[in-house]
């Protein structure tokens, strides 16, 4: 069944209000009429399962037919954090960590970062980034839209870490740790009920290098490897947040 978001105040006492492009996908390319029914979420607090009323190009209203439980969010909070890569790879990881289960994503700026990051275009290419996130949990039935923040430097980043209960910094050269190693002490630390929160870290097309390695250690974070086989930059973020989903359980794991 599809399903849209809409924001809080779209919410009525029995009704919901669809507006913009939502609605024209609704009325051209879905077709609808009155009395099809979807699935609409403010993404914080209230999902509904609805019957289209009245279709206008621009507004569409349905008629609340049962409030559903929000229950497709994994317990553990997962952000990716990725060094920006070059042409549309950052549109892939936030389309596929979406469907994953990250529940926000963190553009960064790194040593061998080869994009030339323009304070001009940021504006654009995040409402661009967030309508793919928006589509993306749409398609893959969340109960919430992640966030995309804008672009960090990587002193920023650092300073970040406190926010999270544990930060996996992903380093292809690391041969020791690895990521699987890593979660089993901190799965085991987390008490029952509570939402821990993770940062995972993710480096361009080059790499990481060892000073940032030294630096993100000294700040916090737990250099680990994912594997003897080297991962594109789009790609790792994928595999390692898959890795940290399935060891909690959220994707048939323990």
């Keep these: ?107 960064f700026l790194s040593e061998r970062t080869i994009v030339q990051y323009d304070s001009k275009k940021e504006e654009k290419r995040l409402d661009r980034w967030r309508k793919i996130c928006k589509e993306a949990a749409e398609q893959s039935h969340r109960n919430i839209v992640p966030v995309v923040e804008p672009s960090m430097t990587w002193s920023q980043l650092m300073k970040s870490f406190s926010k999270y209960d544990a930060v996996y910094f992903c380093y292809e050269k690391e041969h020791g740790l690895q990521l699987r190693d890593a979660l089993t002490p901190f799965i085991q630390s987390v008490t029952t009920g509570s939402a821990p929160k993770v940062l995972l870290m993710v480096g361009p097309e080059g790499g990481f290098s060892e000073a940032e390695c030294r630096k993100a250690e000294e700040a916090g974070a737990i250099s680990v490897g994912l594997g003897r086989r080297i991962l594109r930059c789009e790609t790792a973020g994928m595999v390692a947040l898959s890795c940290i989903l399935y060891d909690f359980g959220e994707m048939g794991g323990v």
């Design 1 to 107: 069944m599809q399903r849209y978001f809409v924001s809080v105040e779209q919410f009525k006492d029995n009704t919901v209000e669809i507006t913009g492009d939502d609605a024209r996908h609704i009325t051209k390319v879905m077709r609808g009429k009155v009395g099809d029914k979807i699935i609409v979420s403010d993404g914080l607090s209230r999902e509904a399962l609805v019957e289209l009323s009245v279709l206008e190009q621009d507004l569409v209203t349905a008629n609340i037919v049962e409030h559903l439980d929000m229950l497709q969010e994994a317990q553990v909070k997962v952000t990716v954090a990725q060094s920006l890569p070059k042409g549309d790879k950052m549109e892939t990881v936030i389309q596929k960590c979406t469907e994953i289960g990250a529940v926000s994503f963190v553009p």
